[in-house]
């Protein structure tokens, strides 16, 4: 195959691969939607209490879904476009006040490649909840890799993708 044939056969893949990962969070968010229409709209409690008993996943999931879906900083294209498609980390970024959101955003801390572990370190970093003993370095490869909570991150502060 020529190369040109070959980059077009790679561009086709990476438009086809994103548009249905994109699809992963409008889904995400859909059922956040929904969630809160029929708590706060539609249904009785008790009504709200046999639909969570028939749902796939677990009451603490409910509550971290309608958290999400009841956030509107969430829904700013700006913010939206660079969410994750775990609902477990797009919670944890509802777990922000607004500086520390923009200040996440200013560092280039919430991206479609952020991981939730080390998203959490960050966080707990800015407010200044980590216990020094918690974090320490480990250079064995020569480059400065920190541990916060058992998790090895690359840097301290850091959201850079682990290879």
């Known amino acids: 195959m020529a190369p040109k044939a070959r980059s077009n056969l790679v561009s086709y893949y990476v438009v086809e691969i994103k548009q249905h990962w994109n699809k992963v969070l409008e889904s995400i968010f859909a059922v956040c939607d929904l969630l809160v229409e ?12 046999r639909l969570k008993d028939e749902l796939p996943f677990s009451d603490s ?15 700013k294209p700006s913010l939206y ?5 775990k609902y477990s980390t797009i919670y ?9 959101l923009k200040a996440a955003l200013k560092e280039g801390q919430i991206s479609s490649r952020m991981n939730r572990a ?6 707990d970093a800015q407010r200044g909840n980590v216990d020094d003993s918690a974090l320490s370095i480990h250079s064995a490869s020569g480059s400065p890799v920190w541990r916060h909570s058992g998790k090895w991150l690359r840097e301290k502060g850091s959201l850079a993708p682990q290879r």
């Open 61 to 75: 999931i409910v509550k971290k879904l309608l958290v999400i879906g009841r956030d509107p900083r969430l829904r």
């Open 81 to 85: 476009k660079l969410l994750p498609s």
């Open 92 to 100: 944890e970024i509802t777990r922000l006040n607004d500086e520390q």
């Open 38 to 49: 029929a708590k706060d709209e539609k249904l009785e409690s008790g009504d709200w209490e």
């Open 118 to 123: 080390q998203f959490i370190a960050w966080r």
